[in-house]
């Protein structure tokens, strides 16, 4: 069964103070790794995918990297725009379904 | 363009009331799903459907049947709602099977 673990469940930053967001998984043959952002009473926003180790991908102050284990969201000098669930899901062997990890809550302070 | 909409946005239940919680995508998108999201639980796949004319179960497909009505519209129905299907559901479409998934805004459900 594939699993999705996420860390830090919540992390508080000062605006400016960058930080990473960790997502490690266990799948039987990974397809991608998607990475969401969610807003407080919205849908999750599509932000990256990611399909093998080593592939990294970058929207502004967000930059994604992938391992054979684990994915990383890092931020950089982030604003408190920012501020939002983020959420990591896997795609494995099953080609249809993906897996959630429960989200890291960031929080951004000016 | 619209992406993914939902209606309706909130709806309180009773227990055994039935209901039809309803999306529709308009960027021609093959792959519509269905999720709950509940506190401490994430997100779960209920029922899926590859293309139209398709569906399938996902992980938690008990007490909840779909309709994919045609290639845009894609329906969820709880016959006899309970109160353990409280939760916020969410709408996704996606161009194929194993792509990005566009979510729709929610449908915040209680039932009492």
């Known amino acids: 069964e594939d699993q999705v673990t996420q860390s830090p469940e919540a992390l508080r930053l000062q605006e400016g103070e960058s930080s990473s967001l960790n997502c490690s998984y266990t799948?039987?043959?990974?397809?991608?790794l998607f990475w969401y952002r969610q807003d407080p009473g919205k849908g999750p926003e599509f932000l990256f995918t990611l399909y093998s180790a080593g592939e990294e991908k970058e929207k502004e102050r967000l930059k994604a990297t992938l391992t054979k284990k684990e994915s990383f969201l890092h931020i950089t000098a982030p604003k408190p725009e920012d501020s939002a669930t983020y959420l990591c899901a896997v795609l494995g062997g099953s080609n249809y379904k993906l897996t959630f990890g429960k989200g890291t809550l960031l929080t951004v302070n000016p | 363009n619209a992406g993914v909409t939902q209606t309706p946005k909130f709806q309180v239940l009773k227990t055994g009331q039935s209901m039809t919680l309803q999306c529709a995508q308009d960027?021609?998108?093959?792959?519509m799903y269905w999720y709950r999201q509940d506190p401490g639980m994430g997100l779960r796949l209920i029922y899926y459907s590859a293309s139209e004319g398709t569906t399938d179960k996902g992980e938690v497909p008990n007490g909840y049947n779909v309709s994919r009505l045609n290639k845009r519209e894609f329906s969820l129905r709880l016959e006899s709602a309970a109160p353990s299907q409280t939760s916020v559901y969410f709408c996704a479409s996606g161009a194929e099977v194993g792509s990005e998934q566009y979510f729709g805004p929610g449908t915040r459900l209680t039932v009492t």
């Open positions: 799948v039987s043959g990974l397809r991608g």
């Open positions: 960027m021609n998108h093959n792959s």
